[in-house]
């Protein structure tokens, strides 16, 4: 029989668990915003609708260890509070960033944090599996959506190659004899791999003791979704082959989103069952084991206060740092182009860029009548919805006729790609990024300096040109009139900063 805990352990617990529920209460009004998003997104978005279901998993994990956590005596552990301020110098990070993902994660940690602060070390031991599970609350994983559609549509062609099925591949786009077929974000299998995750991890835990029987479970689960994915769509093109394309677009949204999660689940359940080596009965801690030796001194009142405190001083040193917009000129216009004239504004293509200050669009042609279409993106500052980069920001909008296919040699300082229609038009795109003092075609790289700018001060104005321009039968590129173009137009960093006021 275990040794029951101190005996004030009861009334410590009591007095832990409020206080716990303050530091909470606090985080989550002082990160309102966030808390709303994060919801927002579990609610909204198909790809974390799964994450409505991990709270409720988190409180029944906590409720099967609660036999034994009772067991346990809690107490103020300031070591804790260092995980607190990781995740509040994250989620500062992420907000001078405009990174909803860092906000997101940093706000979860400082939740983690508060926890290990406050009910201290022995108590977080016993419910080390529901805190790291927490994780789960955080909606990553939208950025694998481009490498898992080109691995699908990789995997297409070589079982289409396996049964005899001629078929040609431009990026994420396959064409068969009858039929034409883009492997889509909706296709690419994130959806499914990232509710995967949450699900092999859990599971892993609950059916198995051996961490080498867990890993690869863990493993399993990850892998076998996105070879079921590659068969699935190869599956629909296949029948699409036999039959229809029309035909093939109901089978596929029929065993989609019907039976093809059921069948891949079971599956993996399944052949791991035989391998399960968790008792029924098991006890998912051993308070002996995490009760320390002796009555350690609690700190509860100065280790809560100083978590909420954290917390509260990077909401001030937000609010203490936010800078104002730079002074936009009353109006803007496309910038004339030696030897180009304007044409109007396109007519096939348009990019995105929500919430910009302005938005230029103009055709330009030439006396060889080649024709580039020109954007050009103006942000006062960025901030919460006001981004330069992110998810359905830029060339290619979520949703949209167009469709990345790969990306081409890039000119100094930018970025180039092509991107292709379903009417088989491919455009050639050239995007570049006027953030802080460079310019850049990395996405990666303008968080960072949106960063600098946010932390250190600097021009607070972001600017994105982007060329695009269709192929024509006679040509196999519009790269030299994109770059014809852009030698006449002039130094990237110039024009950004003369149509955004920076310079006169």
Known sequence: MIALAHPMAKGQARQHLLWLGVAWAAIGLLFLPDVVGLVGIWWTSSTFNHCLLIPPIIGWLVWQRSPELVQLTPRGWWPGLLLVAAGAFGWLVGDAAGVALARHLGLILMLQGSVIAILGPEVSRGLAFPLGYMLFLVPAGEGLVPPL??????????????????????????????????????????????????????????????WPRRILFVAAAL????????IRAWGTIYVAHLTDARFAAGFDHVFYGWIFFGVVIALLMGISWRWFDRPVDDRWIDPAALQPPRQAEDRIVPVALGSMLIAASVVAWS????????????????????????????????????????????????????????????????????????????????????????????????????????????????????????????????????????????????????????????EQSARPAIDDLLVRLGPVDALADRLSGTID
């Open 149 to 210: 559609q080109t691995l699908t549509a990789r995997m297409c062609m070589t079982l289409l190659d396996l049964v005899g099925v001629p078929a040609h591949i431009e990026g994420v786009f396959i064409t068969i004899p009858n039929g034409w077929f883009e492997v889509a974000e909706a296709c690419s299998g994130v959806k499914f791999l990232i509710a995967m995750a949450a699900f092999g991890v859990l599971a892993a835990h609950i059916c198995f003791k051996s």
């Open 223 to 230: 892998i076998l979704p996105v070879l079921a994915n590659g």
């Open 319 to 474: 609010l203490i740092g936010a800078y104002g917009e730079a002074r936009l000129p009353a109006s803007t216009e496309s910038p004339a182009i030696p030897g180009w004239r304007k044409a109007g504004a396109p007519t096939d293509w348009h990019p995105s860029f929500d919430g910009a200050d302005r938005l230029l669009l103009s055709r330009y042609v030439d006396g060889r009548g080649r024709a580039v279409d020109l954007a050009i993106a103006i942000y006062a500052s960025q901030s919460e919805g006001r981004e330069l980069v992110g998810y359905g920001q830029g060339a290619v909008p979520p949703g949209s006729r167009w469709a990345w296919t790969d990306d081409q040699s890039p000119p100094l300082g930018g970025r180039a790609f092509r991107i292709m229609g379903p009417d088989g038009v491919v455009r050639d795109v050239v995007s570049f990024y006027r953030v802080g003092d460079v310019v850049t075609g990395n996405e990666m790289r303008v968080k960072a300096e949106t960063l600098k700018v946010r932390l250190l001060g600097g021009p607070t104005r972001a600017v994105a040109i982007i060329a695009c321009a269709p192929r024509t039968i006679s």
